[in-house]
């Protein structure tokens, strides 16, 4: 089951945790992504906070945390590689992974119709 955020964020849940990438409608949005800074595993992040920056040919910007949680995984390979984030933004382009407390949060964003329903 995914989730989207209005910022063009998915959310997975994955056994205990919550996997945290972009849509592939914002990375074409960005067009051609050149960098990406990942946040340190073990940061406690609260909704809106600024975790990621990503930087494409066209612009610089923020992902911000879509939930509260506890960063326990970065996507290394993005950072090392950030063109995968054009390749395959849902799939294996995500960026963190969150131990999250509260899982009703999720409760507040979108499910897959409703995001295409959204971006139109």
């Known amino acids: 089951m995914m989730k989207f955020t209005e910022e063009h964020e998915w959310l997975r849940v994955e056994d205990d945790l919550v996997v ?23 940061v ?4 809106d906070d600024e975790v990621v920056v990503i930087e494409s040919v066209k612009a610089a910007s923020d992902i911000l945390a879509p939930i509260d949680g506890e960063v326990v995984e970065v996507n290394e ?16 382009a995500w960026f963190f992974k969150l131990r999250v407390e509260d899982m009703s949060q999720m409760d507040d964003l979108m499910d897959e119709a409703a995001y295409k329903k959204f971006v139109g």
């Open 77 to 92: 390979a993005i950072v090392a590689d950030p063109g995968k984030v054009n390749e395959d933004p849902e799939g294996e």
């Open 20 to 42: 945290v990438g972009i849509t592939a409608h914002a990375a074409e949005q960005l067009g051609d992504v050149v960098f990406v800074e990942v946040p340190d595993v073990g």
């Open 44 to 47: 406690t992040v609260s909704k």
